[in-house]
């Protein structure tokens, strides 16, 4: 493709700028476009893992057995709204559906070969991007109350273990010497010895974004409302009155990406799991690298200002209300694990852009050759930037992309 082709990415989060990078690496002229600052949505607020071992989806084949129990005890790490729920029968079901056991494996399958191309993605940009300083290479650790949560866990590990993520086996005095900070007497854990974390996700957005910025790039901070094809270009409108006229558009923009006028809005079951997040300052020095309570739901992790708790699922939509549950979960939890602070500094919402089957929407549009599309990443999307722009810039660029992407079709709802 010719070299003065102008592409516009819309989203400024960890994926939108890691799609214009590695588009700028290509040699195009890359616009980005976000109403907010770049990181400051839910790329912001996630756990920070690297989880290049995540292939695990949410969808469960023992989701059926567990859903009462997960949906009506009050420690349980997920929340769902039954009112949303009932107004959004067609993706509840279609989730339900890929929580068979031939369907779960397959997302498995393909999850794993794609976040084994997690470094092929993220390396070069960190490089680009001078950011390895904020990057910690010391492990994940998972770890399980008692024994029988352990056996409960195994064939989820062993799904990891099938795709070439290796761990090793910890008892209660391996965790106790690895992690003393930890209150409660885990039985059994895994320590994902190679797994890295971020030490502040916004900043790396951000280094991105300054990154962007001397490489020519050219940023707009207004909302895309409708995205309209040209004969041979493509026509955004923007919510200020604007309009750009681009070769090619990125649709980046996470869970709020359907929301934009012109989408195949139809045939794309995007939907958000609200997750959220406390903060407690100046507490990092109690571990040293990330800890997954399991079947709490969440990530305990050390990082420049403190210790973030991030995690649980809620199915409500898209309102920006606080479900005070959450919050309180997150830090009761927390407290039990770790010696905090009565109350957190921080708390945090945030919309993770979530499909029924946990896999991604990777490459172009169902309507456009001119529109592509870079989202639904579920809990994964900072782990899967690096490697989700690659993609893109090869398509762009007119390349037989580096990674299969059939799964990743758009066509596969239609």
């Known amino acids: 493709m010719k070299r003065n082709t102008t592409i516009a990415v819309i989203g400024a989060g960890i994926v939108g700028c890691s799609c214009a990078l590695w588009l700028q690496r290509k040699g195009f002229s890359v616009t980005l476009i976000d109403q907010d600052d770049p990181g400051a949505g839910t790329s912001s607020g996630n756990a920070g893992t690297i989880a290049d071992y995540g292939c695990v989806p949410v969808n469960s084949p023992d989701i059926f057995k567990r859903l009462p129990n997960l949906l009506t005890s009050s420690d349980s790490p997920l929340s769902l709204s039954i009112p949303y729920a009932l107004k959004h029968p067609s993706w509840m079901l279609q989730f339900m559906a890929n929580c068979r056991e031939h369907k779960v494996s397959r997302i498995i399958r393909i999850l794993g070969k794609l976040l084994a191309k997690t470094y092929e993605g993220l390396d070069p940009l960190l490089d680009m991007a001078q950011a390895r300083d904020?990057?910690?290479?010391?492990?994940?650790?998972?770890?399980?109350?008692?024994?029988q949560d352990f056996v409960d866990a195994n064939p989820s590990n062993q799904a990891r273990r099938a795709q070439g993520f290796e761990y090793t086996e910890l008892d209660r005095t391996d965790i106790a010497n690895l992690e003393p900070g930890l209150k409660i007497p885990?039985?059994?854990?895994?320590?994902?010895?190679?797994?890295?974390?971020?030490?502040?996700?916004?900043?790396?957005?951000?280094?991105?974004?300054?990154?962007?910025?001397r490489n020519g790039g050219e940023y707009i901070r207004q909302r895309v409302?409708?995205?309209?094809?040209?004969?041979d270009s493509v026509l955004l409108r923007l919510d200020n009155g604007?309009?750009?006229?681009?070769?090619?558009?990125?649709?980046?923009?996470?869970?709020?990406?359907?929301?934009?006028?012109?989408?195949?809005?139809?045939t794309l079951p995007l939907d958000t799991e609200r997750g959220y997040h406390v903060q407690f300052s100046n507490m990092q020095h109690l571990l040293t690298r990330p800890v997954c309570w399991n079947t709490a739901?969440?990530?305990?992790?050390?990082?420049?200002?403190?210790?973030?708790?991030a995690g649980t699922v809620e199915i409500a939509g898209y309102g920006n209300a606080l479900n005070q549950r959450n919050i309180d979960f997150?830090?009761?939890?927390?407290?039990?694990?770790?010696?905090?602070?009565?109350?957190?500094d921080q708390e945090w919402l945030g919309f993770?852009?979530?499909?029924?089957?946990?896999?991604?929407?990777?490459?172009?549009?169902?309507?456009?050759?001119?529109?592509?599309?870079?989202?639904g990443h579920h809990h994964i999307g900072l782990t899967l930037a690096g490697i989700t722009g690659k993609i893109i810039a090869e398509l762009v660029n007119?390349?037989?992309?580096?990674?299969?992407?059939?799964?990743?079709?758009?066509?596969r709802f239609l």
């Open 242 to 266: 604007g309009n750009l006229q681009v070769n090619r558009v990125v649709v980046a923009a996470g869970a709020f990406s359907k929301q934009i006028a012109g989408m195949p809005q139809r």
């Open 225 to 231: 409302v409708a995205v309209e094809q040209d004969i």
């Open 352 to 375: 993770r852009p979530t499909l029924p089957d946990s896999l991604p929407v990777i490459g172009y549009s169902t309507t456009s050759e001119y529109i592509l599309f870079a989202f």
């Open 330 to 344: 997150l830090t009761r939890k927390g407290k039990q694990m770790l010696d905090l602070p009565a109350q957190p």
């Open 134 to 147: 904020l990057m910690q290479q010391n492990g994940c650790m998972y770890v399980y109350q008692s024994e």
């Open 297 to 309: 739901g969440f990530y305990a992790t050390p990082m420049n200002h403190g210790i973030r708790l």
């Open 398 to 411: 007119g390349e037989e992309p580096s990674h299969n992407i059939a799964p990743f079709s758009p066509r």
């Open 186 to 213: 885990f039985e059994r854990g895994l320590l994902f010895e190679s797994a890295s974390h971020v030490l502040n996700p916004q900043a790396l957005c951000q280094r991105y974004f300054e990154c962007f910025q």
